[in-house]
């Protein structure tokens, strides 16, 4: 399994921005995908976006479409995760994940088998 660093979490005003990142210790090979989830406190982890790392395919939930966008850099070996327009419910534990291209288009947690430690982001109105 490859190992997930995730970074650039932090606290922001309602209506700001924050860009996270993932770095995989390993190069991804490209039957490979990436994820971003998020878990607030007593609450489901939450499938928020993915990417293929050899085309760039993405899909998005319908809670973040149009606010958030997902990104990889090859040569850095680096997944990201953009959010705009941030309001107070986007406050949670982000996690980033990996798993093989058949997770492309799951939303299920189970779906991806390696995960990075989790950053903290909080949003105050």
């Known amino acids: 399994q490859v190992q997930l660093v995730g970074s650039g979490g932090g606290l922001a005003q309602a209506g700001g921005s924050l860009t996270l990142s993932c770095a995989a210790s390993e190069r991804i090979v490209d039957n490979r995908v990436m994820a971003w989830f998020r878990q607030a406190p007593g609450k489901e982890r939450e499938f928020l976006a993915s990417?293929?790392?050899?085309?760039?395919?993405?899909y998005y939930a319908d809670s973040v479409k149009g606010r958030f966008t997902i990104s990889r850099d090859n040569a850095k070996i680096t997944a990201y995760l953009q959010m705009t327009s941030l309001i107070p419910e986007d406050t949670a534990v982000y996690y980033c994940a990996a798993g093989t291209l058949r997770a492309y288009g799951s939303t299920r947690a189970d779906d991806f088998n390696s995960w990075g430690q989790g950053t903290q982001v909080t949003v105050s109105s």
């Open positions: 990417i293929t790392w050899s085309g760039g395919s993405t």
